[in-house]
Nanobody, 124 residues
Framework: QVQLVESGGGSVQVRGSLRLACNIS????????VAWFLQAPGNEREAVAR???????TYADSVKGRFTISKDNDRNTLYLQMNSLKLEDAATYYC???????????????????WGQGTQVTVS
């Protein structure tokens, strides 16, 4: 059973930085799309950043220029570097994987089939 395990959440001050990590337990599992979602209390999950197998990335407008998604294929780990954090970035962050469609990685959470347990980010 493939598992996604996030780490790196915590408390940070406004304009601070955090790096989230998501380890994928099975090295033979190579999803076409890997993404980070956030979910603030009372809100639905929303896609923050996505990366395809070819390394191309897409970001939500709210995080462009501040967040960077990357992956280390040797470690089978996905990262989200978050800089210049704002109060509105506070949320639970989830990594997710999915097959994609026609080379496109969706922003819709239902298109992702495996999810981590989430890691909490607090900004004050």
């Amino acid at each position: 059973q493939v598992q996604l395990v996030e780490s790196g959440g915590g408390s940070v001050q406004v304009r601070g930085s955090l790096r989230l990590a998501c380890n994928i337990s099975e090295h033979t599992y190579k999803p076409n799309c890997v993404a980070w979602f956030l979910q603030a209390p009372g809100n639905e999950r929303e896609a923050v950043a996505r990366i395809r197998t070819d390394g191309s990335t897409t970001y939500a407008d709210s995080v462009k220029g501040r967040f960077t998604i990357s992956k280390d294929n040797d470690r089978n780990t996905l990262y989200l570097q978050m800089n210049s954090l704002k109060l509105e970035d506070a949320a639970t962050y989830y990594c997710a994987t999915g097959p994609g469609s026609g080379g496109y990685c969706s922003t819709i959470e239902e298109k992702y089939v495996r999810w981590g347990q989430g890691t909490q980010v607090t900004v004050s």
